[in-house]
């Protein structure tokens, strides 16, 4: 029983200092604060509730953050599906013209500027590229037409390079020239 009022006698002698308010007071004294009481001066229970502020607004941020991205991916494959479409309606007008070639559709790449495609003959067969071809429609402007002229001019007289481009994952380039 000795030991018991020793104890009850010894929390008598405990100081602590108050969150709120910096005071030094002893341990005996204190009182329980309940969330429904919330001491109206305590600057570390305000600080405690910035921070709940700020991860809600973390967590909203984050989730548009991710909305938008989903968002965006989807826009992304709506318009790659009707560039693709799109394409599709070209070569189907043009198809009875290569067909009576004996051009495959496969191996023809839609372009559009400065000329419609560009045939890239035995593209789609084991053999490999044995010709490419750039095909246009008559130039309707003198700026069209000028610009055929330098295409043409430029492959008769040899100055051609022929380049593959191949993407990285990080976004760059990586250039390998034809031998």
Do not use: W
Not at 49 to 59: C, T
Not at 74 to 95: N, S, V
Request: net charge negative.
């Amino acid at each position: 029983m000795n030991d018991l009022i020793q104890t009850i006698d010894g929390l008598q002698e405990i100081l602590a200092i108050c969150p709120c308010c910096g005071e030094v007071f002893r341990m005996v004294d204190a009182k329980f604060i309940f969330p429904a009481k919330r001491a109206r001066s305590c600057e570390y229970l305000d600080l405690v509730a910035l921070e709940d502020h700020v991860a809600e607004e973390d967590f909203r941020l984050t989730a548009a953050q991710e909305k938008f991205a989903k968002q965006l991916e989807a826009q992304r494959r709506q318009l790659a599906e009707l560039g693709r479409r799109m394409a599709k309606k070209r070569m189907k007008k043009i198809d009875p013209v290569f067909s009576v070639n004996k051009i495959d559709p496969q191996d023809v790449k839609v372009i559009f500027e400065p000329v419609e495609y560009i045939i890239f003959h035995g593209l789609n067969s084991e053999s490999g590229v044995k010709l490419i071809e750039l095909v246009s429609r008559q130039p309707d402007t003198t700026a069209l037409e000028t610009t055929l002229k330098s295409i043409d001019r430029t492959i008769e007289s040899g100055n051609v390079e022929f380049e593959t481009l191949r993407m990285q994952v990080d976004g760059s380039f990586k250039v390998t020239k034809a031998k």
